[in-house]
Structures are given as C-alpha cells and as structure tokens.
C-alpha cells in the first residue's frame, strides 16, 4: 500500500529536531532508519501528518569510548555497531545480539536507538542493553537526562521517552573480558524470535563470578532473569550447575501465546537457552 500523504522535515541539529516535534506534537513521527515505521506507514496503521527525519543529524552517529563506559550514538546504524572493535572488546553481548538481527539489509538501514526506542518486546537488543545495565541519555525542552535501562522499556511498544523528547545516545557500561552470547530461537531465518536469551558471564578460575541475563520475548518488555544470576555466583562452569541454575529461568516472565508457541512453551525454551548461552559464555 501507499501510505498517507504527509510533510517530511529533515532537521541537521537535535535542537531544530526538538522544535519540529514540539511544534507539531501528535501529528508528528520520528524516522530513524524506518525499518519499523515505514512498514507501518505503509500499511495505513499511522497516519502522521509530518514525518521528522533524523538522518542529517550527524551529532546522533558515531561510538566513542567515555571511560567506563562506550557511548552509541542512537543513529548509529546496526551494521557499524556489528563490526565496532569499542563495542566487540567491551560489550561483547551487543556484538553478537546483532548479529543475530534480521538480515544485511536491515542492518544498514536500521539504527541502534531506533530499535531500542521501538521496544518491541521481540527486538533483538532490549535484553543485552537490559543486561549490561545501559543507561539512555534523553533530550527534550528542558535538557537531557539519563534513564537507566531498569526504567527505560515501560511497557509494550512504550519506553520512558517523553512526547517531545528524542533518544540521543545510549551508554553502555564496559564488560571487558567477559564471556558472551546471544541464544535466538526461530523457525525460519531472519524471523523474529520466538524467545531469545542475551547472557554475559564473568568467570574466574572455572568459577561463575558474576552473571547478567536478558530475555527477549517473555513479557511485554525484555527481562532480567535474576534467579538465575544469583544462582549462578559461585557456582563452577559446568553442565550439571547451569542446568540447575537455568531451571529457574521463566521465574517472573509472562510469555505470549501466538502461532509460534504457547507461553507454557516459550517457558520451556527459555530454560533450555539459558542453559546454552551461559555455558557458551562461560566457556564451559
């Protein structure tokens, strides 16, 4: 379908961006890399009367090392992200999440903070930002601020950005030397998962110091799987001691039930992925 006809405005800076949507408000949609608002548009599910296209904001691109954390600008395309040796060395987990996340050709149009602030509980990198703690820097009338990842994602297809406000950057803080891997069920290549597990592991010894857990698509937003982390502490890297530990991975989650599986289901996998990506990022 031909979506509706609407005006497109291209500001260069955030703060002109800012003013487009203040001036415009409802009637008005943010673009990123439009790989989620372009089909909607398309299919007439949103009819905005102005579309404001972040695309000439440069100040929005980029990866740079802040210290203890790296800093992703939130129109920062996936593919850079992918191949970013900042991110690879210090947070791993983002790597390989975006890997796994739809094909080539998405991963070059689609943005890091386009994808985070659409917060499909499907999406592929709620779960690792979730797990590493990431912090979203927020600009509005009245300045910015940070929200930690704990309060960012709301509710479904709702995050703590305001109306007229815009997600600027993400920092994300560093997890050198940890293992890591993104566990992703589909039926078919490209799909989106049916449940995805983002684990980071810090070991020592052949002993799990440290465990951080995301789930994707057992809840309305991602998940931290905390009975698992604290059960994992001080427990060696080994099959029998992940297994037990993951038994207790669909504790608090609320999966859906659609054409992919029944919630009953999305548990059972959930167990079985845990157990895989810890055992992955541990080395084990």
């Not at 406000?165 to 293992?179: A, F, N, S």
Request: net charge negative; aromatic share 4%.
């Amino acid at each position: 379908m031909i979506p509706a006809q609407f005006d497109y405005l291209a500001p260069t800076t955030v703060e002109e961006a800012l003013a487009a949507l203040g001036q415009h408000g409802d009637d008005a949609k943010i673009l990123a890399g439009g790989q989620s608002l372009l089909p909607v548009l398309r299919m007439r599910l949103n009819a905005p009367e102005v579309v404001i296209d972040l695309g000439r904001i440069e100040s929005l691109r980029g990866i740079r090392d802040d210290g203890d954390a790296i800093v992703i600008g939130a129109m920062t395309q996936h593919s850079v992200v992918e191949h970013d040796p900042l991110v690879a060395e210090h947070a791993a987990l983002i790597s390989k999440a975006v890997e796994h996340l739809a094909d080539h050709q998405i991963r070059h149009r689609g943005t890091f903070g386009g994808a985070l602030a659409h917060a499909d509980p499907a999406g592929d990198l709620g779960a690792p930002a979730l797990a590493l703690g990431a912090q979203f820097v927020i600009q509005g009338p009245g300045g910015s601020r940070t929200v930690a990842a704990d309060d960012f994602f709301v509710d479904l297809f709702e995050t703590a950005i305001g109306e007229d406000e815009i997600l600027t950057e993400v920092r994300v803080p560093k997890h050198t030397g940890w293992g890591a891997c993104y566990e992703k069920f589909v039926r078919v290549a490209h799909q989106w998962p049916i449940v995805a597990v983002a684990a980071t592991v810090r070991v020592e010894g052949g002993t799990i110091a440290e465990a951080k857990i995301g789930l994707t698509n057992m809840g309305s937003t991602p998940l931290r799987a905390r009975a698992v982390e604290s059960a994992l502490v001080g427990q060696p890297a080994t099959e029998d001691a992940v297994r037990a530990a993951a038994a207790q991975a669909a504790d608090g989650t609320n999966p859906p039930s659609d054409l992919n599986g029944e919630a009953a289901y999305r548990k059972h996998l959930a167990t079985v992925l845990v157990r895989r990506a810890v055992l992955n990022a541990s080395g084990a």
